[in-house]
């Protein structure tokens, strides 16, 4: 027993002395380690001891120019021990010369970027890359003048300005790489991980999830780590320095930056409680020359300068700033460790002279020692049972309680605040949902509120909680971080003190913007017009009954206006619907600039439009809807194109015109109606209305239904031809192409009925396509037939002039019905001409370079300007009917027909009258010089057969 008890006292000084021995030894082995894994991962460090010094912080540097090739730092290439080769025959001689014209280099160089480039306490750019830039100035003699600003945003700023000619140190990004040229790394360097050496929740770069980080400002990584790690809550400072002294502070729990510059100013600055607890990336962060696009050659001479380095030359730089990187040593466990060895050898020995004295003692009390260590051996297991079970009960505990506050994390924030209303503590999720930090959200609560009329009501709500009262919750509005607005359910109870007194409230907010935002939208959607932003029909007749109940108890009138764009449907046909959209919201801009006061305007569907004018009489309703058709009389634009519309309005009252909503948009949409048969277009409802749309709706149907059909067929719509007569020998000069409409229940319909509804509803383009198309047809029998009809005139809709591939569409029709050009003549009115005349002179041109004839309709109603007039490719004048009626008895309408035969004769155009009835008439224009005549005094319009009769089977060429 006692050789055992011998055998065990000097093991166990073996290896309390072994643990003496060998610790040094392996703490030292660390360091070591530690130093290799800083050297493999990172350029070189700052020889600190003898390069910098107090006055060398970035902070309290002088920005001053300098000029590397001439006056070097003191630690620069100039003291480096080895021989400098040069290296300018690697040149061309184009680099060479461009050199000779651009020196000095401007180079922007960062100032607080040690070790690689800062300002010493001389104000001299110093460091890895001004030693490497330096050497590769002397190599191939270039001379290098830094720039004064060592800002590093205002440096890069400097850059895109072209304000200097490179940047000395710069990480290649993507975005970069597109604005600048670079070269090959000249420094390569590792992003570390610096935490508090207490802090040991950070072992790896995944930890930093969650983290706030400190992060410098405008730095690349800074925005990589935020995009790899959006959960961080970034801290961001001006230097490196700042972000290790907002660690040591407590403000963040850990920074990024680079390895070098962090042992820089760990020690500079003795910052020893900090470590780097891992990397982030290795290697990962280089730095090249980053050159001005428009200086490819200084790129490509900077880069020869770099790889003309040799190795010695570059070992050189990096032991000329190289220093031992050793890790905080730590003698506390050594000594703890000698302490306890010491304590333990000393026991030992009093236990072995104890075991000595006391063998046999020790030999009886073995068993009980026995007994007692396995009775306690039986309570160590039921301890660690029950440790462990508890262990796992307080785990999942844990876990359901971060589960529920992760949970709660992205719509709830926990707060408290004193009776004064200030928050002296918010959850974290505020920094989740409005993006402010917690100590950010440290003042009164008030600070944070929007202007919304509800916030008001607050102060109130917290009084009455203050004095006991429990309240429902109530609506908040805050700002976040970025100024958006937050909406949220607020529901907060009294905290009371040890002794009762109430010292403030505690709450919870729940963010409800993403719910109330679609409570918005859903109400916008279901209430408004999505294209316009005006009322829709649903929500408009709402409004029209508060509005006629309130006008019922002030026994106040209201006036609606039903109104409606003429020709719209043209403008979607024709440009298609996102031209329709576009004319559709200036429209509704017009009408609520044209409106004052009181009133609700309404898209009621298509292009009708609804306004409802509160105490307004019939008299004010008829001047308002006046005022709105002059508005519509300007032009719109779209796409450059002129667009011409108009507007009709329809009126009802209340009360004489109905007691609600819908008798007085019914009676309205029939005074519309109304509208459109007067020529100030604007009407009020009256009895005959009814009976005038039914019949109009009947021409709309009809018509759609007349057009399928051809007239070489047998149909309702057919042609007649009015023969025109050259009045200097009663010849045969051409016809004029008129259709008719005959109705199998309303009989003959007139042109001046049905065209207007065509041209209202956009048949007007069908109808006339039919009209040709019919020409042509018959146009290629007479020709067959070996009948000179000479030309044939064929008219053209004010809105056929809208299209601006009308004459293109004209002339492909005529050739696919195998007709000719040189048979047709398309008249089109003066006042049509007018509204759009560059347009019109256009479509002209092109039918004039067809061989198409053109004639001006109805000339003299239109007041066309004499400048356009010289200018239309016209060949013929029209003078309308309504001078040649009472021709000889208006000495007026003699000198207007006058003036036209005479200008149009100057300009070199034939000269037609129309409505010519009476022998004196003849007589009169024949006199005076007219070209052409045509009217009943000679033929009425003429069927198919009729001509067929008078001038092709009688072979009449001449008036009898």
């Given amino acids: ?338 302490v306890v060895a010491g304590a333990l050898i000393l026991l030992l020995m009093i236990w072995v002279m104890q075991t000595r004295l006391n063998n046999r003692a020790l030999l009886l009390a073995n068993n009980k020692v026995e007994a007692a260590n396995s009775e306690l051996k039986q309570i160590k297991d039921n301890l660690q049972s029950l440790v462990s079970e508890r262990t796992l009960q307080l785990t999942h505990s844990e876990n359901r309680y971060r589960g529920l506050v992760e949970s709660l994390e992205d719509e709830y924030i926990f707060y408290q605040h004193d009776t004064n209303g200030f928050v002296h503590y918010v959850s974290p999720s505020v920094t989740h949902i409005l993006g402010h930090t917690i100590s950010g959200f440290g003042d009164y609560y008030f600070k944070f509120l929007t202007d919304n009329p509800k916030n008001k009501a607050i102060s109130g709500y917290i009084k009455r909680i203050l004095s006991g009262e429990h309240l429902p919750p109530f609506d908040m509005e805050l700002f976040d971080v970025d100024g958006n607005p937050h909406s949220f359910e607020v529901l907060e109870r009294p905290m009371y003190d040890e002794d009762g007194q109430c010292i403030g409230c505690e709450g919870i907010a729940h963010d409800v913007t993403a719910r109330k935002q679609q409570q918005d939208d859903l109400y916008q959607l279901s209430h408004f017009d999505d294209l316009t932003g005006l009322a829709n029909r649903y929500y408009f007749k709402l409004l029209l009954e508060d509005e006629i109940q309130l006008c019922h108890k002030t026994s106040q009138p209201l006036a609606l206006l039903f109104l409606d764009l003429t020709r719209f449907k043209v403008i979607n046909d024709n440009f298609g619907h996102s031209a329709g959209d576009h004319i559709l919201k200036q429209a509704a801009d017009r009408i609520i600039k044209s409106l004052k006061g009181k009133y609700v305007v309404s898209r009621f569907g298509g292009d009708k439009f609804c306004i409802s004018l509160p105490n307004t009489s019939a008299a004010t309703a008829n001047i308002i809807s006046l005022d709105l058709i002059d508005t519509f009389k300007l032009h719109f634009e779209f796409l450059e194109q002129t667009i011409i519309l108009g507007c009709r309005v329809g009126i009802s009252v209340f009360p004489n015109d109905g007691n609600d909503a819908e008798a007085i948009l019914s009676q309205a949409d029939s005074a519309l109606y109304e509208a459109k048969k007067t020529p100030f277009c604007v009407a009020f409802c009256n009895k005959e209305q009814a009976m005038f749309n039914k019949k109009r709706l009947l021409i709309e149907q009809s018509l759609r239904q007349a057009l399928l059909v051809s007239t070489l067929q047998h149909s309702q719509l057919f042609m007649v031809y009015q023969p025109l007569i050259e009045l200097s020998g009663y010849q045969l000069s051409g016809f004029e192409a008129l259709i008719r409409w005959e109705h199998p229940e309303l009989g003959v319909i007139s042109p001046a009925e049905f065209i207007p509804v065509a041209e209202d509803t956009g048949l007007i383009f069908e109808l006339s396509r039919w009209v040709l198309s019919t020409v042509c047809e018959q146009l290629v029998i007479w020709n067959k037939q070996g009948f000179d009809f000479k030309r044939v005139s064929v008219n053209l809709s004010a809105l056929d002039l809208m299209n601006t591939l009308l004459a293109e569409e004209l002339l492909a029709l005529i050739e696919k019905h195998g007709a000719q050009p040189s048979w047709f003549k398309f008249e089109i009115t003066e006042t049509a001409l007018m509204a759009i005349p560059e347009q019109s002179i256009d479509i002209l041109q092109q039918l004039r370079a067809a061989n198409v004839h053109v004639a001006i309709d109805d000339f003299g109603t239109g007041y066309s300007s004499l400048a356009y007039l010289k200018s239309l490719p016209a060949t013929t004048l029209k003078i309308d009917q309504s001078f040649i009626r009472n021709l000889m008895d208006s000495a007026e309408d003699q000198a207007v027909v006058k003036a036209v035969i005479s200008m149009a004769h100057s300009l070199d155009k034939i000269v037609t009258a129309e409505g010519v009835e009476l022998q004196e008439q003849v007589d009169y224009l024949v006199k005076h010089g007219c070209d052409i005549a045509q009217g009943y005094f000679f033929y009425r319009p003429l069927s198919v057969t009729e001509v067929s009769i008078r001038f092709i089977d009688s072979d009449e060429q001449t008036l009898s």
């Fill in 1 to 338: 027993m006692i050789i055992k008890t011998w055998n065990i006292t000097i093991t166990a000084v073996f290896f309390a002395l072994c643990l003496l021995f060998f610790y040094p030894i392996a703490f030292a082995v660390e360091s070591v380690s530690a130093r290799t894994d800083f050297a493999k991962n990172d350029s070189a460090q700052n020889d600190f001891a003898k390069n910098d010094s107090d006055n060398n912080d970035p902070a309290n540097s002088v920005s001053t120019n300098s000029i590397l090739a001439e006056s070097a730092p003191a630690s620069s290439a100039a003291k480096l021990n080895v021989p400098v080769i040069p290296a300018t025959h690697l040149l061309t001689p184009q680099e060479l010369q461009w050199l000779a014209q651009h020196q000095p280099i401007t180079v922007g160089v960062d100032g607080y970027f040690p070790p690689y480039s800062f300002i010493n306490e001389h104000g001299q750019s110093v460091g890895m890359a001004v030693d490497t830039l330096t050497l590769i100035g002397k190599k191939l003699g270039i001379t290098f003048v830094v720039d004064g600003e060592h800002r590093w945003e205002n440096i890069v700023n400097n850059l895109y300005k072209s304000q200097i000619d490179m940047v000395l140190t710069m990480v290649n990004t993507p975005d970069r790489s597109a604005e600048f040229s670079f070269t090959t790394p000249i420094i390569f360097k590792s992003l570390v991980i610096i935490t508090k050496k207490s802090k040991i929740s950070i072992l790896n770069r995944g930890d930093i999830a969650g983290k706030t980080l400190a992060l410098v400002n405008g730095y690349h990584y800074s925005d990589k780590v935020r995009a790899e790690f959006p959960s961080v809550t970034p801290y961001y400072v001006d230097t490196m320095r700042e972000a290790l002294e907002a660690v040591q502070a407590g403000h963040a729990d850990a920074a990024i930056s680079f390895l070098a510059a962090a042992n820089y100013f760990q020690l500079k600055y003795n910052f020893a409680d900090l470590k780097v607890a891992a990397f982030y990336e290795k290697n990962q962060a280089n730095e090249s020359i980053a050159v001005r696009n428009d200086l490819p050659l200084l790129t490509s001479i900077m880069q020869k300068g770099i790889d003309s380095l040799t190795a010695p030359e570059i070992k050189a730089i990096n032991e000329a700033w190289g220093a031992n990187i050793s890790l905080p040593k730590d003698y506390q466990e050594f000594i703890e460790l000698a």
